[in-house]
């Protein structure tokens, strides 16, 4: 009885470590990938409007709601302590440092992430990356690298999106609706965000796309060898499934570590 | 037979969890040559083709390409021998996002150094060989079962193979597409001479492409010189893969 628990206990372990050294020898063969010729830059572009491009109507709405709902908060919050003024720092301040880069890679994550997700793992059950590889075309420089380098140069700019459209939600709710003085809005903003905000910003950004690409395709990639996710359409729904909570847990874990290393 | 085997399979072992699917194979595949490898489902025909491939690493054994072990082969060399490969999945495995064109095109730009120009016209001319013109720029998602086979096997063809692999190459086809494939398969093994390895379970039609047929079962290969001699086979299994598959009529012994 016990000796059978223990026998589970260790098989379980052993998996996730193969699992996650396999994820880790995947993550290098994507670089490795990145630095083969051809650039495919057209894959990349292509990519981008995908990733990048098509999300910026989500991005869009959730940054501008975001922001809305900070100004209302904060403006009640502030109130208490008769310093409304300061609205346009605190908004700006929790957009560039956490709410924009965290809601942006949540949005994309559940956005694109997924689709890049379900789409390489049904090309590997349709046997389109063994069809790649015994074309002799590697697959990690020909598909996964565009998809990477899209999703690393996208996020960025789409957290920036966020942040301007959230503070203008912000200025929206704070200064036109519950009449906090514009002047204040903005030159509070000016005044306290520095570069190191907007810095830490753009490199959790950066640590969020890589590992949403990474969990996304790396979970589709390994479909037919992750265990439990069964076959055929059932095992890539149940990937899609794994590499979207996977994906919002890691990045929530990071946004904590990054934090606490660049504060 | 003298001449040295392009493929040889020596002691292939490969298990999933308890099951041993391959136990200690032996194949020689020679040049020129059609070998097919029957056998009932889940007896591990697609797994030896995935091992021929390299997909797929045997637990034990060594499979010889041209003398040359490709199971402890590094990946660029597994390349180099995968270029004389050419393989027609079973699904075809064609490319979702990209068009007829661009799929039979896509080895040709990736592993040639052939213009645009040169490309387009050995590709159109390989479209018009498969009965495939006027397809060009439709999508695989558009095309039938038996299409999208003509539209793998013009694109494994593209880098003249000098071995093809053939995956179960007619299932899930009618009686008409199934003769059309074979009828390919035909024209283009006189045009271009390669040596083919056949997985299938379409029996008996198959015997009639084979030079030499093999079937696996309970992970042992039995190797037929000849199509007559499956059918006399005195092993059990056999007999029963050989009365599943061809009915009585083809027995001879419940012909008598």
Request: with cysteine; charged share 20%.
């Amino acid at each position: 009885m016990i000796g059978k628990y223990l026998e589970n206990i260790g098989g379980v372990t052993l998996y996730y470590l193969h699992d996650l050294g396999r994820m880790g020898v995947y993550l290098l063969r994507i670089w490795r990938g990145g630095i083969k010729r051809p650039f495919r830059i057209l894959a990349m572009i292509r990519q981008m409007r995908e990733i990048g491009a098509n999300s910026l109507g989500v991005i869009f709405f959730t940054g501008a709601f975001t922001g809305m709902v900070l100004g209302l908060q904060g403006y009640y919050t502030l109130r208490k302590f008769g310093s409304e003024g300061l609205l346009g720092s605190a908004v700006a301040l929790s957009l560039l440092r956490e709410m924009g880069p965290v809601l942006t890679a949540l949005m994309v994550t559940g956005r694109a992430g997924s689709a890049m997700c379900a789409e390489v793992g049904i090309m590997r059950n349709s046997e389109q990356i063994d069809a790649l590889e015994c074309m002799a075309v590697d697959p990690f420089p020909y598909m996964l690298m565009p998809k990477f380098l899209a999703t690393m140069i996208s996020l960025p700019l789409l957290t920036m999106i966020f942040n301007v459209v959230g503070i203008f939600g912000g200025y929206l709710v704070g200064v036109k609706l519950l009449g906090v003085n514009p002047g204040a809005y903005m030159t509070g903003m000016q005044q306290s965000v520095v570069n190191k905000d907007i810095f830490m910003g753009l490199v959790k950004s950066l640590v969020f796309g890589a590992l949403i690409v990474w969990i996304c395709t790396g979970r589709g990639y390994f479909v037919h060898q992750i265990r439990g996710a069964g076959y055929g359409a059932e095992g890539v729904s149940r990937v899609t499934t794994q590499a979207v909570v996977l994906s919002s847990i890691s990045i929530l874990v990071w946004d904590y570590i990054l934090t606490a290393i660049m504060l | 037979m003298n001449e040295e085997p392009v493929i040889q399979l020596r002691d292939v072992v490969k298990v999933f969890g308890t099951q041993r699917v391959l136990d200690r194979v032996n194949l020689d595949i020679y040049s020129g040559r059609t070998t097919v490898i029957a056998g009932g489902s889940g007896q591990g025909k697609s797994v030896t083709l995935k091992l021929i491939l390299g997909l797929m690493k045997p637990d034990s054994g060594a499979i010889l390409v041209h003398g040359r072990d490709i199971t402890t082969m590094k990946r660029r060399e597994l390349n180099e021998v995968r270029s004389h490969f050419g393989v027609l999945f079973q699904g075809a495995a064609l490319l979702d996002s990209l068009s007829v064109f661009d799929n039979v095109a896509l080895p040709l730009r990736e592993r040639t150094d052939l213009s645009e120009e040169e490309i387009r016209q050995q590709v159109m001319a390989s479209l018009i060989q498969l009965g495939l013109i006027g397809h060009e720029e439709k999508f695989p998602a558009q095309l039938s079962g038996g299409m999208k086979k003509r539209v793998g096997l013009a694109r494994a063809l593209q880098v003249q193979p000098e071995i093809m692999l053939f995956d179960e190459p007619t299932t899930g086809l009618d009686p008409e597409k199934t003769m059309e494939i074979y009828r390919l398969f035909y024209q283009t093994q006189d045009k271009y001479g390669y040596t083919a390895v056949i997985v299938s379970h379409d029996i008996p039609k198959v015997f009639n492409l084979a030079d030499q047929v093999v079937v696996l079962n309970r992970g042992k290969l039995v190797a037929f010189n000849n199509p007559e001699e499956i059918q006399l086979s005195q092993v059990p299994e056999i007999q029963a893969f050989v009365k599943a598959t061809m009915g009585h009529l083809y027995l001879s012994s419940d012909l008598e």
